[in-house]
């Protein structure tokens, strides 16, 4: 069910990844690497997670040909529905391994934090599942354009914390949850959302997101009786796209698209294109791109997808794309709302806006390859969550 991930500290030439954080998390870190190494060569673990995968979450998610737009594009693009596994995205994947974790390692209390509420969501419910308490911590902006998912986090039980400091976005949950984290490192885990942070995380997270990847390539082959010509996902920190690429990285022919938020198209507000604008930096335990300044200052970002509101972006990617195996293109929130819009008029599917960049950078690349070829898009989420904002934009519009 899970790719062969190898557990890398440092990635490519640049030397991105490593373990940049507070003494008093060094032996809280090294608990998790050997907990996790343990846990994946374990038979009883990984049954576990499997059924939990299939049981609870609903894996496999369908793989399904977008016949209109297909129609439309002169090429056959497949969605990965992950946007029906259970909490409406691809996050439950990693929510499940590391709560696993957390209770096999003794841990009784649960943090995370949250941009988009997709992975607080998901965090809240395995909580709930597994008897576990969880607290999230949430930017202030997040939660007034998120707030469908705040409910669903406390109905689960969840205490929702809002983060008021900086930007009030994912950057500065993110600096709460792990300020938290060394408060409280006895009981604690902390359950990372994205494929980024202090090592083992950017690998661990790979691990638990392959599923998604490995399930398209064999479903695609079954379907298409072919590999795509290219895989698409959308990048904030890069779980999605790391787990669609673990299928996908080893077979050259097929081509790695990442999806960047670009924000207003004429840049009256600030973007989040990490790897399309970003400079090597260390932030959040790692060292990888960052939006920031001559001083090192992070930058305050924006894009109409919370889930991708984020300066930075996991260490992998960075390498992928200096290795010339994966292309990263910014999308504006006006191309991701027209995705958006498309694909719920022409499929009947509405896509979170952060899975609209994927799309849109699909729609927008498709005829670089030719007619008949297999294009293939994670759908990382459903976009209930995001029609209060939608409408919301476009009354602003008229």
């Known amino acids: 069910m899970f790719a062969d991930v190898k557990?890398?500290?440092?990635?490519?030439?640049?030397?991105?990844?490593?373990?940049?954080?507070?003494?008093?998390?060094?032996?809280?870190?090294?608990?998790?690497?050997?907990?996790?190494?343990?846990a994946r060569r374990d038979p009883a673990f990984l049954d576990a997670l499997t059924v939990l995968m299939r049981d609870f979450a609903g894996r496999r998610t369908p793989l399904r040909l977008a016949e209109r737009l297909s129609s439309q594009l002169g090429r056959k693009l497949y969605l990965k529905r992950e946007d029906l596994l259970h909490g409406g995205a691809h996050k439950t994947n990693s929510t499940l391994g590391q709560l696993l974790l957390a209770k096999r390692m003794g841990k009784t209390r649960i943090i995370?934090?949250?941009g988009a509420g997709q992975h607080g969501v998901a965090t809240a419910m395995t909580g709930a599942a597994l008897g576990l308490p969880v607290e999230v911590y949430m930017g202030?902006?997040?939660?007034?354009?998120?707030?469908?998912?705040?409910k669903r986090?406390?109905?689960?039980g969840a205490i929702v914390h809002p983060v008021r400091a900086g930007g009030a976005t994912l950057k500065d949950a993110i600096n709460e949850a792990m300020r938290d984290w060394i408060t409280n490192v006895g009981s604690t885990y902390h359950c990372f959302g994205t494929a980024a942070g202090p090592y083992p995380y950017p690998s661990m997270i790979k691990y638990f997101q392959s599923v998604i990847g490995l399930e398209a390539r064999e479903q695609i082959q079954?379907?298409?009786?072919?590999?795509?010509?290219a895989a698409y996902a959308c990048v904030g920190g890069g779980s999605n796209a790391m787990g669609l690429f673990a299928g996908f990285e080893a077979l050259s022919e097929v081509a790695l698209y990442g999806a960047e938020p670009a924000g207003l198209a004429d840049g009256s507000l600030r973007h989040a294109a990490t790897l399309t604008l970003g400079t090597t930096g260390v932030f959040h335990g790692m060292r990888s791109l960052f939006l920031q300044n001559e001083e090192g200052q992070i930058a305050g970002t924006h894009s109409?997808?919370?889930?991708?509101?984020?300066?930075?972006?996991?260490?992998?990617?960075?390498?992928?794309?200096?290795?010339?195996?994966a292309r990263f293109v910014a999308i504006s929130d006006e191309e991701a709302l027209d995705a958006f819009e498309t694909l719920s008029r022409l499929e009947g599917i509405i896509p979170a806006f952060e899975s609209s960049h994927a799309l849109a950078l699909a729609m927008k690349t498709a005829a670089d390859f030719p007619e008949g070829s297999s294009l293939l898009v994670c759908l990382s989420g459903r976009g209930d969550k995001d029609l209060d904002e939608y409408w919301k934009i476009k009354g602003s519009a008229s």
């Open 112 to 114: 995370a934090e949250t």
């Open 140 to 150: 202030a902006i997040d939660m007034e354009r998120q707030q469908q998912n705040v």
């Open 7 to 38: 557990l890398m500290e440092r990635f490519g030439a640049g030397q991105y990844g490593g373990s940049y954080v507070s003494e008093s998390l060094v032996s809280v870190l090294a608990e998790v690497d050997a907990a996790f190494r343990d």
């Open 222 to 229: 079954e379907q298409a009786h072919q590999l795509p010509a």
């Open 153 to 156: 986090m406390e109905l689960f």
């Open 304 to 325: 109409v997808a919370a889930g991708l509101d984020y300066p930075g972006v996991g260490p992998e990617l960075v390498a992928l794309q200096e290795a010339g195996r």
